[in-house]
């Protein structure tokens, strides 16, 4: 009985082929100097690539991906939350108060800050 997974699976192939062959029998060719040269939003780019970014940005990478993830957590806590009981509304509370903790942990330590401190006069 696996005929219909396989019936779809070629169908799905069949596709992908047709779309890629009229692409290629359709489509423009372009054989100009810039054709190949990368842009962005249509600007053509400047300079390398290779950057050195401040700590400081990947600081902010790290915390966005750390409390966006989080913040998907607790939504689908607070979306269960009637089924999950009294247990599940401890749980939650003990999750967001590990990351108040935390929080408040990398703000004593000055993970927070983005200039450098100045010394005391």
């Known amino acids: 009985m696996l005929w219909p997974l396989a019936a779809y699976f070629g169908l799905v192939i069949g596709l992908v082929v047709a779309l890629l062959g ?12 810039a054709t190949g040269r990368p842009y962005e939003s249509g600007i053509a780019s400047t300079g390398s690539a290779r950057l050195r970014f401040g700590v400081s940005f990947y ?7 750390i409390f966006d993830l989080e913040a998907a957590f607790i939504f689908s806590w607070a979306v269960a939350l009637r089924d999950i009981g009294w247990v ?7 999750f967001i ?8 942990y990398l703000w004593r330590i000055g993970g927070l800050e983005f200039a450098p401190r100045r010394p005391a006069p």
Do not use: K, M, P, W
Request: charged residues 10%.
């Open 59 to 65: 600081l902010v990478a790290v915390f966005f991906v």
């Open 97 to 104: 108060g590990v990351l108040g903790a935390s929080l408040a």
């Open 22 to 33: 009229l692409s290629a029998l359709l489509g423009q060719r372009h054989h100009e100097r």
């Open 88 to 94: 599940g509304y401890v749980e939650g509370v003990v």
